[in-house]
Structures are given as C-alpha cells and as structure tokens.
C-alpha cells in the first residue's frame, strides 16, 4: 500500500518515519583533543583518536566510544558541537550523552537556512538568570502564545559519572497547539541544523593545587536528533539524489527537496502542505493534452470559487483558450473527434474566391460565403446562380 | 442539385492582380 494514496487511488497526507537525523552525520566540534596528542588522545591514531564523528556514529560500532574536547585552561569554557542535518527535518526532540560530568550551562540551537543564521531551542543551566538572563522555564510551559526558548535545569550527573542533556520541541511549545494546523509550531520544529553550545564544565570553579584552575574538558557520545524528514505532508520517505543530497520522494504533484512547490504543470491551485484532514495536492492543469506547460492565475482561481487557477500555455494542435479547449481562429472542432485528439481541430480551408474571410465557424466549420456562393468551405454557386468571371462575385443569377 | 466547384481557370484577374491567391 502506498502510504500517500488511499485503496482509491485518491492522495492522503503522508509523512516520513521517525529517525535519528544525525546518525552517521558529520559533527563539526568547535574543539577536539589528540592535536597534538598527548597521553590519552591522539587525533593521528584511531584507537586514541576521540573525533567528534563517534558522536552521530551507530552505536557499539566505534572505538573508542566517547568525542572528547581539548583540555580547557582557563574561560571561556566554549564548545561548539554543529550538525548538519542535510535537509530540513521536522524536529521531536535532541539529545546528548555525556560520558564524563555534564555541563552546568549549554544552549541548543538550531538554523532553518543551513548554517546561516541561528536561534535557540532551549537553554540549560543551574543559574538561568545569570548565564542566560531568562528566568527558569515554568513548569506549564511557555506563558505567551507560541513556542519560546526556555531555560531548562542543567542536566544531572548520573552515578555512572555521565549524564544526559534531553530536550523535547513539546517542553519550548505550549500546550494544545497543532502541528496541522499551527505554522508557527511548524516553524518551531522545522530545522536544517543543530548546534549544541557547551558553556560551562560541571566543574569549573574547583581549584587544585594551590588554586591553580584545573584543566577541563567535555566528552560525550550519542548526539541524537530525533525528527522525521520535512516534507510538508506529500512524501513518506526521504531519499539520496543524483548528487548524494537528502531529498524527500515527492508525491501528489509536488516537488523540491521539501515538496514545497508544485510540479511545473501540477498548478491549477496554490500549493499547501497536506493535513491529516485534506491532502491539498497539486492538481495538473486541465489542458486536453494539448499543452506541456501552465501557470497559476490567482484571479482566475478566485472567480471559480478557489477550485482551479490553471491557465494552459503555448496550445498546440491548432487549440486556444484556457484549457486549450477551443479551436484557434481558422480552424473548426472535427465533431467526429475527441477534444483530446491531436486532429480535433480542422483548418477551415475556406475557398480563396469564394469565402468572404479565412475564418470558419468553429463549431460547425462553415465558411463565409459570398452572394451566390455555398458549400462549407464556399467553393460551390448555389442553385440558381453560375460561375462568373469576376473573382469578385464570382456567383451570378442564371439569367 | 450540385453545382460543380468553383473553377479558379474562369476568373479574369486583369483588373484584381493583387487579390489573385497564390496557387
């Protein structure tokens, strides 16, 4: 069964599978240990090297296991982990493990515009006032209509020494809002990178030997991004193009590496992202098969009770009109053909002398005579009436 | 009854050169 279309064969809202975006992506990491190496990092051997590949790589498949940062000697203590999704995915939640003590302040942010700009997710911190200037998130969420980047506790150290920073797109969201039927919330989850901003090491501020700062360094491992590929509701997979990009599988007359536009003649109305309610597809434009191309005519569109906007370019078949559903001037509909067939129009063939005009009735193909004259295509004197010698009346009364 | 076509050979085009169709 497909997944975009009903046993009817009619389109129905569809969308990816749930996945691990950043699986097997590449972590840019502001900072990474073994250059040069040391004792227990060496960035030139892989069974010391700590990359920051380790933390999109499957798990168990690596080791080591955990990315590690350079030693930190003194602030700022700032470490950039970037991901690039590829594409734009529709965000669930994001997480991090760290295999040694978590930090007490990072921020999670994310860019829909590959890398140009960024804003934030969430915020994490024993001290939200002062390291982000935002009071702690409340606990019913955000208190303004839309989503909002809120400042969360910093993640626990767990017994083992790790810990985990988890952020789900619902905690920044308030409550009731519909992902079908809420740009804005579209717009929230909608991301095409992830950058997680590692500010402060759990244990920054102890001093050891004699109040020399301690060197400090971040590690961890599992940098999960969970979301489903974006495309707007019109494709249920997402695959490698020609070029090795990520790129949805477009379906109802859609396309783009979203489907967020239609196909070039799948524009007989606007293009909308599918709901669970309605599939909005594309709909190709009426034009009897007789043109290759149309464009979009929001007057038109609106005039017809917003059901079609479609206006056929370039008519062939000697066609004309918005669905190239006519015959252009000089030819007539062939009554004993389809509208559809390449030969449904007819050239009028009006005779030289005795047609007053080139131009036929298009229904019924009938020329226009002159006095005297008859035949469809004026080529005959009516009864009564001879061949003169003037191209001029070239039918007179029989005397 | 059916006429025969027009026969384009009995026209006089001496005073109406420039209507004359090309053939």
Redesign the interface.
């Known amino acids: 069964a497909d997944p975009c279309y009903d046993e009817a064969g009619e389109p129905r809202c569809c969308v990816p599978g749930l996945v691990n975006a950043a699986l097997g992506r590449e972590v840019l990491a502001s900072s990474t240990c073994g250059s040069p190496a040391n004792r227990v990092c060496d960035s030139s051997d892989p069974q010391r090297a700590h990359s920051a590949d380790l933390l999109t790589s499957a798990p168990g498949t690596a080791s080591p296991l955990c990315w590690r940062s350079d030693l930190l000697q003194r602030a700022p203590f700032n470490i950039t982990l970037t991901v690039p999704l590829g594409k734009a995915f529709e965000l669930v939640f994001v997480s991090l493990r760290f295999c040694s003590a978590p930090p007490t302040s990072a921020a999670l942010l994310k860019s829909q515009d590959h890398g140009r700009s960024w804003v934030p997710l969430g915020f994490f911190s024993s001290s939200c006032g002062l390291d982000y200037g935002r009071p702690p998130a409340p606990a019913d969420g955000p208190a303004g209509p839309g989503p909002e980047a809120l400042c969360f506790p910093a993640p626990q150290a767990q017994p083992d020494g790790g810990g985990l920073l988890a952020f789900s797109v619902q905690d920044g969201s308030p409550q009731g809002l519909d992902l079908d039927n809420s740009p804005v919330l579209q717009d929230w989850v909608t991301a095409t990178d992830i950058r997680i901003v590692l500010t402060r090491p759990a244990a920054q501020g102890d001093t050891r030997d004699g109040g020399v700062t301690a060197p400090y360094s971040y590690s961890a491992a599992e940098l999960q991004v969970g979301g489903r590929c974006k495309c707007n509701g019109h494709a249920s997979r997402c695959l490698l193009d020609t070029q090795g990009r990520l790129t949805c599988d477009c379906q109802h007359g859609t396309e783009g590496p979203d489907c967020s536009r239609c196909k070039p003649f799948y524009c007989d109305r606007p293009w909308q992202r599918a709901t669970g309610q309605e599939a909005h597809a594309c709909l190709a434009c009426s034009c009897n098969g007789h043109a290759r191309r149309c464009r979009f005519n929001m007057e038109l569109y609106r005039l017809s009770g917003r059901r079609s906007g479609g206006v056929c370019l370039n008519c062939r078949h000697n066609t004309a009109g918005r669905h190239c559903h006519y015959c252009r001037e000089g030819f007539y509909r062939d009554p004993g053909r389809t509208l559809s067939d390449r030969r449904a129009c007819r050239a009028c063939d009006c005779h030289p002398v005795g047609a007053a005009g080139k131009t036929c009735n298009q229904t019924t193909g009938q020329c226009p005579c002159k006095d005297g004259v008859t035949g469809l295509t004026c080529n005959r004197c009516a009864p009564g009436f001879q061949q003169s010698r003037s191209p001029v009346a070239p039918c007179v009364k029989t005397l | 009854?059916?006429?025969?076509?027009?026969?384009?050979a009995?026209?006089?085009?001496t005073d109406?050169e420039d209507?004359?169709?090309e053939v």
């Open positions: 009854e059916v006429m025969p076509t027009l026969d384009m009995l026209f006089d085009w109406y209507l004359k169709p």
